[in-house]
């Protein structure tokens, strides 16, 4: 009888274990590949529809997982993008408004919860927040804003010289960083490039590149600000501001004056002294390729002796050409990235997201850099794969901002999202392209003025499917704009009375995000 017993408990004791065993396997979580550029426009994008450039290896995470079609920052300048996005909180919130103030490090943020709940955390490349990395096994950093070439980087706290180009440094770095990584562990790695930020200098393999094509002017190159003078006219961002030396690369024996303001024209003669510091970080393997293109181009430049719009549109140009050829080292750096994920078995179980820290422009209304709510630099470039979990081939029209990435990254690693982050996680999104009650709105605020470069007001806003409205809340003014009838925002229609109820129902949803966010600070 005991041996029948045997016979009819045994394999059900055995089998009790097996599903027990397997009822406690925990899925194992996603690594998280983030890489963020600086200035990264979507119309230098080709998955975006992009005549200028082509971008493979952008394209390629768009193809393998999901496009974002209006992704927004809340806060279009260098730093505080990058607070929003390590705290899922709004610049008034996480406290650092402008690139003048010092993020508080001790503060929660998404690597600090992931560290926590068991991830090795790695940050790589620009960090800009002046205050030292906290919640990363392994940081190297560039110290401010950081050079293209042989930069000074802080790793682990220690100053260390690379030389070579900044670009190629930090995709090396990240594949030194994926090689030691603990075997053991998930990993989120910010991958952070200072490319394409201003003053542009590529790398020598791409001089070439773009030599001889003539980029068409943007439809708005010659904006008159009719209807915005106040306030886009107001700006001094204008290609023409830009300066000789430091943005379009001639030394000072080629031109007689220095033509550019950038935020003041007494800081022509530092600027040229600035652009000299620069040129002289090359060493001089560097500056021989260095010279042997930009050389030409002084002596060309020299010799024709430009004025009014032939000299503007010779600096678009020249503008558009080191611009978009920083580019081409940012996506072969993806390139190299995705590879590696291939060849090493990783890339099934990671998410790898692309964009930049805001948008930017490229001759729309005659101007570079960021800063407005208006489209160009308020849009920032967003996709992203997970093949293990993210469909391949989606568009989505959905309003996602960079407040959303925090609590996206904690929802993958099954993290408990904290009540005061203030984005949406992005998961049903990516998994399915859909989800109930998502935002119709989204709230935008810009602080930095009178203090920094540009003269761009203080302004915050809202923005729907259709329409805009932004207050420069310093002088009063209202902004209106009817994004389907005019998408280049270049008709003020505040005042206009068949806008009317279209203005109250606006100014009653900037209340009701103003609230929603709690957001006082003006």
Same mark, same amino acid.
Not at 82 to 92: M, N, P, W
Not at 227 to 241: F, L, W
Not at 378 to 400: E, N
Not at 489 to 508: F, G
């Given at each position: 009888?005991?041996? %029948? ?6 394999? *059900? ?19 998280? *590949? ?6 990264? !426009? ?22 393998? +997982? ?31 408004? &402008? ?18 709940? +068991? ?5 790589? +490349? ?6 030292? /990395? ?21 790793? $682990? ?41 201003? $003053? ?17 002017? /943007? ?28 943005? =379009? ?23 040229? #002294? ?17 010279? +042997? ?17 032939? #000299? =503007? ?14 580019? =081409? ?19 099934? %179980? ?30 920032? /470039? #967003? ?18 901002? %960079? ?9 993958? !690693? %099954?993290?408990?999202? /904290?009540?005061?982050?203030?984005? $949406? ?60 009838? &005019? ?36």
């Amino acid at each position: 009888m005991f041996k %029948n017993l045997c016979n009819t408990f045994l394999p *059900l004791f055995l089998i009790s274990i097996i599903f027990a065993g397997c009822s406690v396997k925990k899925e194992i979580p996603p690594n998280i *590949l983030f890489i963020m550029s600086d200035d990264h !426009a979507e119309q230098a994008i080709s998955c975006y529809g992009s005549k200028l450039i082509n971008t493979p290896n952008i394209d390629r995470i768009a193809n393998e +997982g999901i496009r974002f079609t209006n992704s927004f920052v809340t806060n279009s300048i260098c730093g505080p993008s990058r607070a929003v996005l390590l705290t899922g909180k709004y610049s008034h919130l996480n406290g650092f408004r &402008d690139n003048r103030d010092l993020f508080d490090s001790s503060q929660t943020t998404f690597p600090k919860l992931l560290q926590k709940a +068991g991830y090795e955390t790695h940050v790589i +490349g620009k960090w800009h927040l002046r205050s030292t /990395p906290t919640g990363f096994d392994n940081w190297k950093i560039l110290k401010g804003q950081g050079q293209y070439y042989n930069p000074l980087f802080l790793e $682990n706290g220690k100053e260390n010289i690379r030389t070579g180009y900044t670009t190629d440094i930090i995709t090396d770095l990240t594949i030194e960083a994926l090689e030691n990584r603990s075997k053991e562990k998930p990993f989120c790695m910010l991958i952070h490039h200072k490319a394409p930020h201003r $003053n542009w200098m590529p790398n020598a393999k791409y001089f070439e590149e773009f030599e001889n094509i003539e980029f068409p002017l /943007p439809e708005t190159f010659y904006d008159e600000y009719k209807t915005r003078e106040k306030t886009a006219g107001h700006a001094d961002m204008r290609i023409d501001d830009m300066y000789l030396s430091f943005d =379009l690369k001639l030394h000072k024996n080629y031109y007689d004056k220095e033509t550019g303001t950038g935020g003041n024209a007494k800081f022509a003669s530092k600027v040229e #002294l600035n652009w000299l510091a620069i040129y002289n970080r090359m060493n001089a393997e560097q500056k021989k390729l260095w010279d +042997g293109h930009y050389n030409k181009i002084n002596e060309e430049f020299k010799k024709a002796n430009l004025k009014g719009n032939k #000299l =503007l549109e010779w600096k678009y140009q020249q503008y558009m050409k080191d611009y978009l050829r920083c580019i =081409l080292s940012v996506d072969e750096s993806i390139g190299r990235i995705l590879n590696y994920l291939d060849e090493n078995g990783l890339a099934k %179980n990671t998410i790898v997201v692309y964009t930049s820290d805001q948008g930017f422009y490229l001759g729309e209304h005659g101007w570079y850099d960021k800063r407005f709510m208006y489209e160009e630099s308020h849009s920032m /470039p #967003l996709v992203i794969r997970y093949p293990k979990q993210i469909p391949s081939g989606q568009v989505s029209d959905l309003m996602a901002l %960079n407040l959303d990435f925090a609590p996206t990254f904690l929802d993958f !690693a %099954n993290v408990t999202i /904290p009540n005061d982050v203030q984005g $949406n996680s992005l998961r049903n999104i990516l998994e399915n392209n859909k989800t109930d009650n998502w935002r119709k709105s989204v709230y935008y605020h810009y602080y930095e003025y009178p203090h920094g470069w540009h003269k761009v007001k203080k302004h915050c806003g809202v923005r729907t499917e259709d329409h805009k409205l932004i207050h420069f809340y310093d002088d009063d003014i209202w902004e209106l704009y009817d994004l389907k009838k &005019d998408p280049n925002e270049l008709k003020n229609i505040y005042t206009d009375p068949s806008y009317a109820d279209i203005n109250n129902d606006l100014k009653n949803e900037l209340s009701r995000l103003q609230k929603e966010y709690k957001d006082s600070s003006f």
